[in-house]
């Protein structure tokens, strides 16, 4: 594994709404130029920056109209070139987000693919071989080009899938996944990650890694074969290269495809969402972190632990206080059950991402659909700096932002909450520096789970010398674990020892050292 990913906190920066620089109501490069230093003292020694690609924004910069121009809208490839020296400068790494499944129809690449006459680009794309003939098990498009075919499609209607070929070709037009077509798009996309780690840039966050091979089998072998080649081919010329993969299986994106990390994502019904939120049929949330909750924490660990366990020796398992495609946490946890939420996100294996805004609990907003955000929109709005025009935003008219502010008058702010001690902001602070001083958080192969029983709300893990202890309930809870020979380093609320076990005061979080 890349050795700085052992203690890398990440913090995910999405770039039209994190800082204006120019006043035209759009985040840019040079405004996250000017914010690195607030970064890194919030504790994150790493960046993950949403796409700042050419493109028509029909999907927030995830419809790619050129890998290697910078748009517009965020500045120019030199302002990109000294965000990397100036994020280097300051001991810190960046990565950008590669889009590898699709590209935007705009793109030249599919400009070419969809003439009738054949080229080198013919078959970059995948195409049937007649018009009539449907992509079946596939959204597709047809009628829309010179070409007599129909195209399939990856995302959106706007987002054509690269050819990385079928793992077990059913039709004519279906190539396999080492057809020199499909090859020739590996070597593209290789091509756009040395560009970029040759520019200065650390890595990828790489966006929907298993969908490249399609027809592929419950562990995408396919993809995995694929992904293993390509990255061992960067490898070779930038062994410090970190990925990180948009999947939540590192059986297969780590053991198989070749990460270092995978995200535990926020799915429906799923672990994280177990934890974060879970609204039954009334409308009511029994997320774990919910002081009146009764869920256990078993509902998180049956799914997380058998994933961890599959992969602990060979890379990381990241969990995310949130991203631009989930409804913010402060949507429904207030302040305390936040500090709860991610005093336990971030004393877990695995590199931590922090989402920007999420370290004051910005909230998630009711908005109207903004390329291609639809529910997520109301997580992407501008960062919230300091009191006054735009919250220092932006110098921009309001008419002229890329989303609307909060108009709460209690919304957070960075301002506000920076000196004072018990704000959420200094919470994240503090206990970011305590994860960097103890050893134990830099080793990720030693989680150990002491107490979780069903039925029961608080629980304790071990990690080396340190122990966890948490509670999320509203009432005192007393667990069999023993505290008495040992040091607290970090709480919220307290533990005291009682009868060779501990008692935890209602929605307390302790971290003791033996």
């Known amino acids: 594994m890349t050795e700085w990913l052992k203690t890398a906190v990440f913090y995910e920066i999405y770039p039209q709404s994190f800082k204006d620089s120019n006043g035209d109501g759009i985040g840019d490069l040079r405004g996250i130029i000017e914010k690195l230093d607030y970064i890194k003292e919030l504790g994150c020694n790493a960046i993950w920056m949403n796409p700042c690609y050419d493109s028509p924004f029909k999907d927030a910069g995830y419809d790619v109209r050129d890998y ?21 400068a300051r001991d810190m790494h960046i990565l950008m987000d590669l889009v590898p499944g699709h590209t935007s129809e705009e793109h030249r690449w599919f400009a070419a693919s969809s003439q009738k006459e054949p080229n080198e680009y013919s078959e970059r794309y995948i195409w049937t071989d007649c018009w009539y003939k449907r992509a079946e098990g596939f959204p597709y498009i047809a009628g829309e080009c010179e070409r007599n075919g129909a195209y399939i ?106 990460f270092q990390m995978d995200f535990f994502l926020d799915w429906f019904g799923n672990g994280y969402n177990l934890l974060m939120r879970d609204y039954d049929d009334t409308g009511r949330d029994d997320s774990f972190f919910k002081k009146d909750s009764g869920r256990s924490i078993q509902d998180f660990l049956q799914e997380y632990l058998p994933k961890y366990e599959a992969v602990k020796e060979k890379g990381l398992y990241c969990l995310i206080t949130g991203n631009h495609d989930m409804v913010r946490a402060a949507y429904n946890l207030d302040e305390r059950e936040l500090k709860l939420a991610y005093a336990f996100l971030f004393t877990m294996p695995g590199a931590p991402f922090i989402y920007y805004g999420d370290e004051i609990g910005m909230r998630y907003l009711q908005l109207p ?46 301002e506000e909450q920076q000196n004072r001690p018990d704000s959420l902001l200094s919470m994240v602070r503090e206990l970011l520096r305590v994860r960097r001083e103890q050893e134990a958080f830099g080793r990720h192969d030693n989680l150990q789970v002491i107490f979780a029983e069903e039925g029961k709300r608080a629980f304790a893990y071990q990690r080396d010398d340190l122990i966890m202890l948490c509670n999320p309930s509203g009432q005192e809870e007393k667990i069999p674990v023993g505290i008495e020979n040992t040091d607290v380093i970090y709480q919220i609320g307290s533990a005291r020892p009682e009868g060779g076990g501990s008692v935890l005061e209602p929605q307390s979080f302790v971290i003791c050292r033996k």
């Open 68 to 88: 290697k121009k910078v748009a517009e809208r965020y500045g120019t490839l030199e302002d990109l070139r000294q965000l990397f020296e100036q994020v280097h």
């Open 153 to 258: 499609l990856n995302y959106f209607k706007c987002q054509p899938a690269l050819n990385y070929g079928f793992l077990n070709p059913q039709e004519s037009w279906q190539k396999p996944i080492d057809h020199p077509d499909c090859m020739a798009t590996r070597e593209a996309m290789i091509d756009i990650m040395c560009y970029w780690m040759e520019m200065g840039c650390d890595g990828f966050r790489v966006d929907m890694a298993d969908s490249l091979v399609k027809n592929d089998d419950a562990v995408k072998s396919g993809t995995c074969r694929v992904w293993s080649d390509m990255i061992s081919r960067v490898q070779e010329k930038y062994p410090e290269i970190a990925l990180v993969s948009e999947w939540n299986n590192p059986a297969s994106a780590i053991g198989m495809a070749g």
């Open 369 to 414: 659909c903004k390329e291609g955000g639809y529910t997520r929109t109301g997580s992407r709005t501008p960062m919230q700096w300091e009191a006054g025009r735009n919250y220092g935003f932006s110098d921009a008219d309001e008419a002229l932002l890329y989303l609307p502010t909060d108009t709460d008058g209690a919304a957070p702010t960075v």
